[in-house]
T-cell receptor
């Protein structure tokens, strides 16, 4: 079974600074999708960014970008110019291309200090 | 926008009760999922369904069953609730593939306490 590992249970960042959240995964597949989800205190899971494994270019969404290293099976999330509203649990997730279910990591709790 | 609605935000049940958690999605998604979220463990897949009346076990199906009689509705059933099933339950839905919409969309979660 595929596994997703987030090795940082908690991270903190100063407002306006940059922070990187780590994620590694284990798979024997060549085609798959990777995601970062944000879960604020409201509990609503929100998609932050997605990456298709066949794309070499790293995905970017405004202040959020990823560093996708396929050979190393690494998928980190960089948050630039951190804002107080970025404080949340962040989950890394993996989905195989021809499969329907997603696998999640244990999550990283991000605190943003004013 | 896709909307996934879970019937309860908070629920308190007694040990041994039969518990139903309901989830409805409004975007005609083929796939629906039930996850359990616990601190330090992330989201663990209980069951998923890829079509009406179809279901597959996830990683932790013991003590749970599911029902999908209509495409938009996916129910999680705790046949006899136990205290170790106290947790946050998240429902999600997704398209099978393609169109760029490959991610799962989540409901707001049900925090279940079994006493």
């Amino acid at each position: 079974a595929q596994t997703v590992t987030q090795s940082q249970p908690e991270m903190s960042v100063q407002e306006a600074e940059t922070v990187t959240l780590s994620c590694t995964y284990d798979t024997s597949e060549s085609d798959y999708y990777l995601f970062w989800y944000k879960q604020p205190p409201s509990r609503q899971m929100i998609l932050v960014i997605r990456q298709e494994a066949y794309k070499q270019q790293n995905a970017t969404e405004n202040r959020f970008s990823v560093n996708f290293q396929k050979a190393a099976k690494s998928f980190s999330l960089k948050i630039s110019d951190s804002q107080l509203g970025d404080a949340a649990m962040y989950f890394c997730a993996y989905r195989r291309y021809n499969n329907n279910d997603m696998r999640f990591g244990a999550g990283t709790r991000l605190t943003v200090k004013p | 926008d896709v909307k996934v609605t879970q019937s309860s935000r908070y629920l308190v049940k007694r040990t041994g009760e039969k518990v139903f958690l309901e989830c409805v999605q409004d975007m005609d998604h083929e796939n629906m999922f039930w996850y359990r979220q616990d601190p330090g463990l992330g989201l663990r897949l209980i069951y998923f369904s890829y079509d009406v009346k179809m279901k597959e076990k996830g990683d932790i199906p013991e003590g749970y069953s599911v029902s999908r009689e209509k495409k938009e509705r996916f129910s999680l059933i705790l046949e006899s609730a136990s205290t170790n099933q106290t947790s946050m339950y998240l429902c999600a839905s997704s398209l099978t593939r393609g169109g760029g919409k490959t991610e799962a969309f989540f409901g707001q979660g049900t925090r279940l306490t079994v006493v």
